[in-house]
Structure formats: C-alpha cells, structure tokens
C-alpha cells in the first residue's frame, strides 16, 4: 500500500502529466506572465529580507556558527525550502474538497493528486531555490557538499507528502482545518530555526527544537549550503521523521478514503 | 460469465445535523448521527453482453447503486465483483478544466477514464469528429455553451470503449439530432456486445435499449427481470394503487356471488405482429385483444373497448353493438381483437378497458382493465391527441 505511492505517477503517466499541468497551468491561468511569476515572486521576497535586514537592520552572524556573515544568505537557505514546504502544506487543506465533484463521480488513482500537487509546488520553489544558488555560487559558497541538495531534498519530499496526503484526508471530515492552518504554519515557521540559528536558542528550549521534524531538514540545507557539512546523523533523523510522516499519512488515507465519496 | 455480481449490496449514509455531531461522536463514541438507508440488500446478475435498465422514483437509490457499481463509492454492506474497463458518466465533463482547451480536456479526461497517452492520440480526431466542435477545440472550454460542453464529455466517454459502460441520466445531450446520435451509439455498444447500465425516467429508452430492468422503491428491489414486464408494473404502480387492484383483481359486476357466464381472462396491446407490447409511438398501429372464457355454454353477449387515461376519463369507446355488428358468440376460450390502424394520442400513457355485456347491452357481465401503455412521442404539437393542421400565415 505504501510502494503504490510511489509507483502511482510511473502507472498513470498521462493522468499524473495532466494533473502536474493542471496544477501549473491552473495557477497562472488567464495571467499574463505565466511562468514568470513564479520567478519573479521568490525574487521580490528576497529583495525585501536584502533590503530589511542587510540594509536597514545590519544583522551580521558569527561565521563559526552559522558559515556565513551574512544573515540573508543564512535567511534565505532555510526560508526557501520552508515556503515549498508550507505551500504544499496549506494547499492540502483544500486538496480533496476542491475535487469532490470528480472524487464523487470518477473512479480513478486518487493518489496522483497530492504526488502531482507536491511535484509542482517543489518544481516552482525549486526555480528560485536554483536562482538563489547561482547568486550563492557568485559570492563563492559554492562546494562539492552541494551534490547532497537532491538527495535532502527527496527526503524532504517526501516527509511533505505525508504530511499533506493526512491533512488533505483529515480535513474532508474536519473543514475547520482550512481555517486553522495559516495560523499553524506562521507558529510552526518561527518555531523552526530559519529566523534565527539554532545556537542562539536557550538551552531550556532546546527540547522543542529537537521535536521539530522540520528543524533537520532546514540545518540539513544550513549545514551542506554554508558551512560545507553534510552529517549523516541528521540525515538520519530527517529520514526518520519522512518515513514516520509518509507511514502515518498513508496510513490514515488508506483507513478514510472509502469514506470520501460519502462525505464529500 | 458475468460482467457484474451484486449480492446484498447496502448503503447507509450517517447524517449529522451539525458538524460538530461528528467530534462529539468520535470524542465520546456515543452515536451522534441518525441513520441513512439509502440501498437495501440488493442483489443482481448481470452477464457479459446484457443490458441493464435502472428504475425509480426520485430518492429510490438508483445513483447511489450507480456510484458503488462505478466505484466512486463503497457500500456499506454486501459484495460486488466487476469484470472488465468500466467506464462510467455519472455526471457529464465532471473532470473538466475550464481555462484548458478543448483538446487538452480531451487528454485529462480520457486519461482520467482511464486510457493511455498512445490510445487518446489514436481516438483524438474521431472524438473531436463526433462532437462536432473541430471549429472551437483549441478554445478554453470555459467559453463553450452547455451544449457545446456536454457534446465533448459525450464523446470522450463513449471513446473509451469500455467493456461496461454506466450511464446516468446523460443521454438527453444537446439538441434533438445530437441526443439521437447518441442514443444510436448506445446501440451500437450494446450491438456489439457490450454490458450497458443505464438509469433514467424516460422509460421510452429503457425499453429501448434494455433487455432486462431493475426497480428500486426506497432502496429496495421491487421487482426486476423482463424490461417490459418491470415497466409495466412500475407504470401501474405510478398511476395510483387503486387501478393496480382493478387490474389485478377480475371485478365481477355480476349478481354478487354468481360466477359470470364470460369471464374476461385478459386485455392487452398488441403490435401488428402479435407482440404484446406496453409503449407505442403515435400514429402507429396497435391491436387490443380481448382473450375471454366463457364459464357456461354458449353466451351471445356484446363487446365494448374505451381507452380510459390514468385517472378514468374516457378517450375513446367502442362496442360491438354500436358499430350495428351482430352479438358475439363466447363459448370456450375465445379472443377478440379490436385494431386500430393509426394510434392518434401524442403523449402519456393511458389503458383499456373492456367490458362484456348482454344481448341487448343492459347487464354487464364482467369487465376489466389492461396494463397501461405508454406513449412517446417526438412530435412538436401540444396536448392529447393529434391533429392533421396546417399553418396559413
């Protein structure tokens, strides 16, 4: 039940192609610029964090902990991949609703949609993501530990996949999830050390840094993108958390979705 | 072998009043919701190459079977086994995009029923030919007319060449010359030995595409088999439970208790072949055959037949006598047709009655109500009955 996951795109290529475009072409229909705001929305976001605090507030980090002076570049290498994360995660509340109407009239591979839905929210992110190596490249951070990017990034994946197939079922039956999510992202952001780095968190609080699923993935991007590290541990504990998260959610899909069709 | 095996299949649906019914049921695992039946312990068979009709008032479960035996939902209780691709139109162009162009909704959709990219780029043309919109494929379908839309979704779904179609309620498609192209393709599809189950009001087309026919009352089969033979009893049961029990029952108007010398055994429509038939078309030829038993020795009585509507008005009556032929003579089983060349009601449904009466037309012997007939029609004019006219304008 968990290998269909990953079979399912391979199985219905057209139909797992037609949902990608779908989702893309959906997103920018009847815009003008197309493709290119997904350029250059990622871009302006950055100019903002460039203009806030490297221009106006000055914050410079210590490059012992952190690898780098400069609080933008260290801003941007665990806010990027959480935007991909938190896109997909609050897109997921409106998943299934949004399809009823085909969930209630049209037997086929429902598992295509949230793999398709993932797949573009990683494949947009990952346009600024690579706009921003290639400025990281220029400043000279660019290091042979950055051929681990693809593989953190599957994990990551995944890890998002689990968490958006349970809240996409979950919140068939409890709509209120839609409403509470934003709030819960915003929470979960400055909960995870993308604002700031984990040293600077008291040793008090260091438990609910180390409950976080999200704070391996975003030090994993910390550590391989500036300070040239990569930490099989961490990789470790990220893997767990994707397994744990992908299991969970299937788990749970699998126990609701005969439900869906009734409900919907 | 069967195509589809249903046995016992229920559904029930938990209905809460409010959401919040459903924490409190999960919270506290104390029902919170009443119960819902929607489908009671049906059960059918339906082997490859049959058709199948659906029928039922307006709640009786009929879309709900239709779902499960699609697939979009599971039943509550009972087991159903599917042979074959099954492609179901529940609902018209339900996966379409409407930004998308035509063309590419035709590769969603196809690709939603189930094809592969290599068979959708084989059928594209003859879909985009069938639908007739090879002017406008390439526009957003957001900017078709409802006609326009259902044409394509028509077409995609009748493409996929399933081994079971399903079909609900889709088939009044677009204008009248478009709603028979379907239709003749539904025909076709069953020519060629395919498994249909179609559901819909219009007992016209069951009766024409359907061989055997399912009746649902309130979740529950209440009859099946022969589609002519289910129709019929749902007709009656429509026109009111009073005239059932008139045709059901030989009323016997003669001195109470007595035996009637002539006993009416059955009344029923008949096409020129001697088939017996329960709809017809206007302006066609229809036969009523009067098959009597007479219960003494011979009896010379007279014959009357009227077309009497659903609620006992008289259309039209007819006796023997009246026409100044001579009384007939029952003995033994005797049949007595009365043929009507031209039928001339264009819509309805209504039923005939007969009537046997003395030599002389004062005493009733017995008399009794055939089955109704249902009359379709696709004529343009209004009302009743139909009339030669001519516009002068």
């Not at chain 1, 999200?214 to 990220?238: D, I, R």
């Not at chain 1, 994707?242 to 299991?247: D, G, K, P």
């Not at chain 2, 009671?40 to 049959?50: H, P, W």
């Not at chain 2, 677009?174 to 020519?191: I, Y």
């Amino acid at each position: 039940m968990f290998i269909k996951w990953i079979k399912a795109p391979f199985l219905h290529k057209t139909l797992f192609w037609g949902f990608v475009s779908q989702e893309i072409k959906g997103r920018y229909a009847g815009s003008m610029g197309g493709l290119l705001w997904s350029i250059i929305t990622p871009l302006a976001n950055m100019l903002i964090f460039i203009f806030v605090f490297s221009v106006v507030f000055k914050i410079r980090l210590k490059p012992v902990e952190t690898g780098t002076e400069s609080f933008v570049m260290f801003l941007l290498t665990g806010l990027l991949p959480w935007i991909a994360f938190s896109e997909a995660v609050a897109a997921s509340t409106g998943m299934f609703i949004g399809k009823a109407n085909l969930i209630t009239k049209v037997a086929f591979p429902l598992e295509l949609v949230p793999t398709a839905a993932i797949f573009v929210t990683f494949i947009l992110n990952g346009l600024g993501f690579i706009l921003f190596l290639i400025y990281l490249a220029f400043e000279g951070y660019a290091h042979i530990t950055w051929l681990y990017l693809p593989v953190i990034t599957v994990v990551f994946m995944i890890f998002t996949l689990g968490i958006v197939v349970l809240i996409a079922s979950l919140s068939v039956f409890v709509r209120d999830i839609q409403q509470v999510m934003a709030s819960i992202l915003t929470l979960w952001m400055y909960l995870t050390p993308i604002l700031y780095p984990v040293q600077m968190v008291p040793e008090s609080m260091q438990f609910f840094i180390k409950i976080n699923p999200v704070n391996p993935f975003v030090e994993l991007y910390h550590q391989t993108l500036l300070q040239h590290v990569f930490s099989y541990p961490l990789l470790g504990q990220a893997a767990g958390f994707a397994v744990l998260s992908f299991i969970f959610g299937v788990w749970f899909y699998n126990k609701s979705r005969n439900a869906f069709a009734d409900v919907l | 072998m069967n195509a589809i095996c249903a046995e016992n299949l229920s559904k029930y649906y938990r209905v809460y009043i409010k959401p919040f019914d459903r924490l409190k049921e999960a919270l506290l695992r104390r029902p919170c919701h009443s119960l819902v039946t929607s489908l009671k312990e049906v059960s059918f068979n339906l082997a490859k190459g049959e058709t199948l009709g659906i029928i039922g008032e307006n709640g009786a479960g009929k879309s709900t079977l239709l779902k499960i035996l699609a697939g979009t939902t599971h039943p509550s209780s009972g087991r159903l086994s599917r042979e074959g691709r099954i492609a179901a139109l529940l609902e018209l162009g339900s996966g379409f995009h409407p930004e998308f162009s035509g063309r590419t909704n035709i590769h969603l959709n196809a690709a939603l029923l189930g094809l592969t990219e290599q068979e959708i780029r084989e059928r594209e043309k003859s879909i985009i030919a069938f639908s007739e919109l090879e002017a406008v494929i390439d526009r957003p379908v957001k900017t078709y007319s409802s006609g326009m839309y259902v044409r394509l979704a028509f077409s995609i779904a009748t493409s996929v060449d399933p081994d079971v179609l399903i079909v609900d309620e889709a088939l009044s498609v677009g204008d009248q010359r478009f709603a028979q192209k379907c239709v003749d393709r539904m025909v076709g599809f069953r020519n060629s030995g395919k498994t249909i189950i179609v559901c819909s009001h219009s007992m016209f087309m069951i009766n024409e595409l359907c061989e055997k026919t399912l009746w649902l009352n309130h979740g529950e089969v209440n009859g099946s088999g022969k589609t002519s033979t289910v129709i019929s009893e749902y007709l009656a049961y429509l026109e009111g439970p009073e005239l059932t029990q008139a045709s059901q029952q030989p009323t016997v108007t003669a001195a109470s208790g007595h035996v009637p010398e002539v006993i009416i055994e059955s009344v029923e429509f008949s096409d020129p072949d001697q088939h017996k038939i329960n709809y017809i078309k206007m302006s066609q030829p229809l036969a009523i055959h009067v098959n009597t038993r007479c219960t003494t020795g011979d009896f010379m009585g007279h014959l009357a037949i009227s077309i009497e509507k659903a609620d006992g008005q008289m259309l039209f009556g007819t006796t023997t006598k009246s026409q100044g032929l001579p009384a007939v003579r029952f003995s033994g089983e005797r049949q007595v047709e009365l043929s009507i060349p031209s039928f001339p009601f264009i819509k309805g449904s209504c039923r005939a009655k007969a009537l046997i009466a003395d030599e002389n037309v004062l005493r009733v012997i017995d008399e009794r109500y055939s089955d109704p007939l249902l009359i379709e029609s696709e004529h343009p004019e209004f009302g009743m009955i139909w009339m030669d006219h001519a516009w002068k304008c």
